[in-house]
């Protein structure tokens, strides 16, 4: 069955959704009270806070640091390096609490920053004794992590990852079979500040629904905080992003806003697009209707 959820950075739960998730703690490394009918989203080694305060623990690769402003790699924020053991076990301590105060976990950022990382003295040296391939000994750094996360969290545990399905092992030492074995929910996260390509989504969509051992949600950009209209997706994208993707056998789509205002300002956008509503109803597939069935309730409930 289809499932919608809100994705929000405010502890607000606007109607029309079958879950919600707070992100108590963002790449920033704020972390917020978590709310006890909501989900948690933490990111785990994106924290720019810590970075600042032990630049240390930064990711290091011979392309440079895994910081805001190393062009190398797309990062908005720092990545505190993958092996750090305060910072692995602060971390295990937080999301067992955190899961306590809520409704489960979701995870972000629960890897390696990129390709290159980590070369820093501690990881060359557990490279180096494990005898593993480079490849092989940061999957096992990272799995062995979640499985440690998987046994302080006892509800839900969703696992987000990036929408690179063909070389997330070589760019984070990330293996799908084996979050596989720990994750309840993957979650795609196809942010985007605009979706005037659907194509190219549901296509990546169709590669996950082929790979990928258990059910996957999509996490899809409307309104960040900061941002001003013109620099966000339309509505007719997302709509028809949202359709696009269903029909690849997506099992729910989150929406992604800065709080309850901008996803009812969605929705209200939404409804009032009846004609490419039913437009995207021929685009087949039982995923396709459940999706709009769903939009179309929000005309009872949004005025």
């Known amino acids: 069955m289809m499932k919608f959820g809100s994705f929000t950075f405010q502890p607000q739960k606007p109607m029309g959704f079958d879950f919600h998730v707070f992100r108590v703690k963002p790449e920033t490394g704020l972390r917020l009270k978590p709310m006890q009918d909501m989900h948690s989203n933490i990111a785990v080694f994106a924290d720019t806070h810590t970075g600042k305060e032990h630049p240390d623990w930064i990711s290091q690769s011979p392309l440079g640091l895994a910081k805001f402003g190393n062009n190398n790699f797309n990062l908005y924020w720092s990545v505190i390096c993958a092996t750090q053991p305060e910072y692995r076990e602060d971390q295990l301590k937080y999301i067992a609490d955190v899961d306590r105060q809520s409704q489960g976990i979701w995870?972000?950022?629960?890897?390696?920053?990129?390709?290159?990382?980590?070369?820093?003295?501690?990881?060359?040296?557990?490279?180096?004794?494990?005898?593993?391939?480079?490849?092989?000994?940061?999957?096992?750094?990272?799995?062995?992590?979640?499985?440690?996360?998987?046994?302080v969290v006892k509800k839900d545990l969703v696992l987000s990852i990036q929408p690179d399905p063909v070389s997330s092992l070589e760019r984070y030492g990330v293996n799908f079979d084996d979050f596989a074995k720990y994750a309840d929910v993957f979650n795609v996260v196809m942010f985007s500040k605009n979706y005037a390509t659907p194509w190219y989504w549901e296509m990546l969509a169709r590669g996950f629904k082929k790979i990928l051992k258990k059910p996957f949600y999509i996490s899809?950009?409307?309104?960040?905080?900061?941002?001003?209209?013109?620099?966000?997706?339309?509505?007719?994208?997302?709509?028809?992003?949202?359709?696009?993707?269903?029909?690849?056998?997506?099992?729910?789509?989150?929406?992604?806003?800065?709080?309850?205002?901008?996803?009812?300002?969605?929705?209200?956008?939404?409804?009032?697009?009846?004609?490419?509503?039913?437009?995207?109803?021929?685009y087949g597939g039982k995923e396709v209707q459940e999706a709009l069935d769903k939009i179309a309730e929000w005309e009872k409930i949004v005025k």
């Open 220 to 282: 899809l950009y409307v309104y960040g905080p900061g941002d001003a209209p013109q620099d966000v997706p339309t509505t007719q994208e997302l709509l028809t992003v949202t359709a696009r993707c269903a029909r690849s056998g997506a099992d729910g789509f989150l929406y992604l806003t800065d709080g309850e205002k901008e996803i009812v300002d969605f929705q209200k956008e939404a409804i009032e697009k009846r004609e490419l509503r039913e437009k995207l109803r021929t």
């Open 107 to 151: 995870l972000n950022s629960q890897y390696f920053a990129e390709h290159g990382h980590c070369t820093c003295p501690r990881c060359q040296k557990l490279y180096k004794k494990s005898g593993l391939s480079w490849l092989e000994w940061r999957r096992k750094e990272v799995t062995d992590y979640i499985a440690q996360i998987r046994d």
